[in-house]
């Protein structure tokens, strides 16, 4: 039996952090041993908030990958490529959109909300607006079986399978319905003790060197009631308490629950034990990205093969969809 099919995919809006290390990225290597994966950078889906400001989505491409392939995906278990190298996507979105109704769309939870939050951009457009469709041909022209995600983007999911079906309907039946793979994504702190974020400025990421890393822990906030070295702390409410439990072993995370609420050991100490533990978890992502970044025509080749891959499966799936529509 051929395996199920996983699809997912990351906007490169921005240099790659510890939350989506260990929020989407881990998941994605531990798929690969049971799935056939497909993962993409959504480079088409960066214009829908950030068309006016495209002068990186080139290098953020080139990182996420290699941030990627340092994680640990794997080009001979997974396909890897960039969304805008198959055209394939467009062309699905492009006859989705014709039987798309509108307010299906605008039903959409995260429409008014991103709207609202990212007020300094002009988001009244097709493509943000039309983005779910979009993403909706990106797992259907590859007839994935599952896509990861977290339980904020069920509705999205539910958009894609409303389409599979309507499509399934008006034409013939030719589009699985994909399924939600849950995943839940612990929620990283970042150095000023918000969630770990490219817009708070507050990120540890995968390309920062080691003195980087180590500098940005120094400036960490703690536990905001404990002003002196000889005040008691409380690791329940510290961020920093938050990276022992994800990189520090039991011992160590043990000892500093205990010291630090006694004031045994001061947040200057606490901050290089769990830096120490954190470099150790990254230095091979670090050595990795370093053979990558200084090779970057490996790079090419993987995105080429996994874009011709791509291809392959995606022409199959669009040739079925003009024999069902008969054009």
């Known amino acids: 039996m051929p395996k199920q099919r996983v699809l997912s995919g990351m906007q490169p809006s921005g240099l790659l ?3 989506n290390l260990l929020g989407a990225l881990e998941n994605w290597k531990a798929l690969q041993d049971q799935y056939e994966c497909f993962f993409f950078v959504a480079d088409w889906h960066a214009l829908s908030t950030n068309y006016a400001d495209t002068a990186r989505i080139r290098e953020f491409t080139r990182e996420m990958v290699i941030d990627w392939l340092a994680a640990g995906i794997d080009p001979e278990r997974s396909t890897v490529f960039v969304q805008s190298s198959n055209p394939d996507h467009a062309v699905l ?22 709207q609202e939050q990212i007020a300094d951009r002009d988001l009244s457009t097709y493509g943000f607006l039309g983005y779910p469709v979009l993403q909706a041909a990106d797992i259907l022209i590859y007839k994935a079986d599952f896509v990861p995600v977290g ?8 958009l894609t399978r ?27 702190v970042g150095t000023d003790g918000r ?18 890393v180590r500098q940005k822990l120094k400036t960490m906030v703690t536990d905001p009631a404990r002003v002196r070295r000889t005040d ?21 995370i043990e000892r500093i629950n205990r010291e630090c609420r006694t004031a045994e050991i001061g947040c200057i100490d606490c901050k290089k034990l ?9 230095s091979p992502i670090w050595d990795a990205r370093k053979d990558f970044s200084n090779d970057p025509k490996r790079v090419e080749e993987i995105l080429d093969a996994g874009s011709h891959r791509a291809k392959k499966e995606s022409h199959q799936v669009l040739e079925e969809v003009k024999e069902a529509m008969k054009m």
């Open 17 to 19: 952090h510890l939350g």
């Open 93 to 114: 979105h492009l006859l989705l959109s014709m039987i798309t109704p509108i307010p299906w769309l605008e039903r959409n939870p995260t429409y008014k909300e991103k």
């Open 151 to 158: 339980k904020d983007q069920l509705p999205h999911l539910e």
């Open 162 to 188: 409303e389409l599979a079906r309507r499509f399934n309907s008006i034409y013939r039946p030719l589009f699985p319905e994909p399924q939600e793979l849950l995943t839940s994504y612990p929620k990283v």
């Open 195 to 212: 969630k770990m974020s490219k817009s708070y400025g507050n990120t540890i990421n995968l390309s920062d060197s080691e003195p980087v």
């Open 232 to 252: 008691p702390g409380n690791p329940d409410i510290c961020p920093v308490f938050d990276f022992h439990k994800i990189y520090s072993q039991p011992p160590v």
């Open 274 to 282: 769990v830096a120490d533990a954190m470099v150790a978890a990254l």
